[in-house]
């Protein structure tokens, strides 16, 4: 069974500076997805960045990126240039890789950490 | 697109009752997936749908819990007899073949008095 693990329950970082959150992964699938979700205090469950498994290159997205270290099974999110509007829970998620291409089954959520963000 | 639709928002019943929460996945999308989410126990799968058949129901807590999903259009959870325990927030979601990644509707908070 795949475990995802967030040992950061909470975190804080001054706006405009650069946060690291972590997540690590226990799979013995070779293809699968990675994700992180973003829920605001509205609640709202919103996909930030996912990465391929199978593509060596870390994914990016305007002022997100991760650090994909697959023999690790470790799976990061970077936050740059930190916002007010990025004060969330954070979620790391493993999907299997389906027999068709694309998802398969669920997602597998970590815990969550807690950012915030101070003026 | 209007995304996932859920209701209600809120939902405050009483102990004893029953308690039904709608969904409405995303046009086109052959998965859906019921999530509950607790500070506990964070987002655990409930159960999920494929082109309107359930595929996995394991994280289905109990018999008072049952999920159906007539059409392509509309799935409902129900919980009957609620408790207090069963208080939550409740997610829906829907995705398709090749997706990746889902999307989530805004949630059912459920507080069972």
């Known amino acids: 069974a795949q475990t995802v693990t967030q040992s950061q329950p909470e975190m804080s970082v001054q706006e405009a500076e650069t946060v690291t959150l972590s997540c690590t992964y226990d799979t013995s699938e070779s293809n699968y997805y990675l994700f992180w979700y973003k829920q605001p205090p509205s609640r709202q469950m919103i996909l930030v960045i996912r990465q391929e498994a199978y593509k060596q290159q870390n994914a990016t997205e305007n002022r997100f990126s991760v650090n994909f270290q697959k023999a690790a099974k470790s799976f990061s999110l970077k936050i740059s240039d930190s916002q007010l509007g990025d004060t969330a829970m954070y979620f790391c998620a493993f999907m299997k890789h389906g027999n068709y291409g694309g998802s398969q089954g669920n997602l597998i959520f970590g815990k969550g950490t807690k950012l915030s963000v101070k003026p | 697109d209007a995304g996932v639709i859920q209701s209600p928002r809120h939902e405050v019943t009483e102990m004893g009752q029953e308690v039904t929460l709608r969904c409405k996945p995303i046009?086109?999308?052959?998965?859906l997936f019921w999530y509950r989410q607790t500070m506990m126990r964070g987002l655990e799968l409930l159960i999920y749908f494929n082109n309107n058949v359930p595929i996995d129901d394991s994280g289905m807590p109990e018999d008072r819990f049952s999920a159906k999903m007539p059409n392509a259009s509309f799935s409902t959870l129900k919980i009957q007899p609620s408790e207090p325990r069963d208080s939550a927030v409740y997610f829906c979601a829907s995705s398709w073949t090749g997706g990746l990644g889902y999307t989530f509707g805004s949630g059912t908070r459920l507080t069972v008095v």
């Open positions: 046009s086109g999308h052959d998965y």
